[in-house]
Structures are given as C-alpha cells and as structure tokens.
C-alpha cells in the first residue's frame, strides 16, 4: 500500500512494502512499487490499464541492482538532453549521441 493509502494492483503473493503513483487516469496507471518476494526486495514500474473496471497489468519493469537503475537514468537524462537542444532525430531514426555524453555500457 502507498503513503496515500491506495492499494496498487500486483500479484497477491508480492508483500507491497511501498508505491509511489506516477500517473493515474480512469484508463491507465503508473507507479513504482518496491516489494518484497521470496525475502528478496525489488523494485518494478509497472503499467495497468483499466479494462470493465478491473486493473490488469501491460507492462512491468525491474531494476534489481542501483547500477543497472544509474544506467537506465544516464541514458534517459540524456536523451532528454537531445530533445531540449533539438537534436533529437524523429521515432526510430539512428543518429549518434551529441559529444560530451556519457557512453552506456551493457
């Protein structure tokens, strides 16, 4: 259960230890959520759509170690950066990053 008290929609056999909600409109919602399976804790975003009422889950997302989650980051900040100095290439077009960002490494 989140801080404001609202039960999110996971599987009944992850403990929910916390959530934060992104977004949430009567369609879709989006939050992270840190749970506890197995006595292992992970952290999923996840993305439900409301279909006749119910919550069912489309997408879910770990991030199981914080340098994988500083990968994931470096890379989206810099994306964002390209698309603040309009050097963005349209959905799906190659184009290398501008100089000066930080290579992401698998």
Known sequence: M???GEKVPVHESLKVLDSITISKSSG???AVVL????GRKNISIYLWRNQEGAWKRVHKFEVNRKN???KIKAAVDSFFQRMEAGTGAGRGAATPPPTGQPEIQE
């Open 35 to 38: 749970v506890e399976n197995y």
């Open 28 to 30: 879709w919602w989006s």
């Open 2 to 4: 989140s801080a404001s």
């Open 68 to 70: 994988e989650w500083e």
